[in-house]
């Protein structure tokens, strides 16, 4: 029962992770259509930040060598 909520709670959070770096995309799309390089820097600053926090979560949750 353990493993699955590990599982679903990993899945919940890759899924989030990738809506946001969507959304950080779009933002970036955006800011260049509109040459608006403060939306340009924030949608940047979620897909970088949402890739941080997926690999320091996957690196915490993998047993030591």
């Not at 949608?43 to 970088?48: E, F, K, M, N, R």
């Not at 997926?54 to 060598?65: E, G, W």
């Amino acid at each position: 029962m353990r493993a699955a909520r590990a599982r679903t709670a990993s899945l919940l959070g890759t899924v989030l992770a990738l809506l946001v770096v969507a959304v950080g995309v779009a933002g970036v799309v955006a800011g260049e259509r509109d040459d608006s390089p403060g939306l340009q820097a924030l949608g940047a600053l979620l897909v970088v930040g949402a890739v941080v926090v997926r690999v320091r979560a996957a690196h915490r949750r993998r047993p030591p060598a």
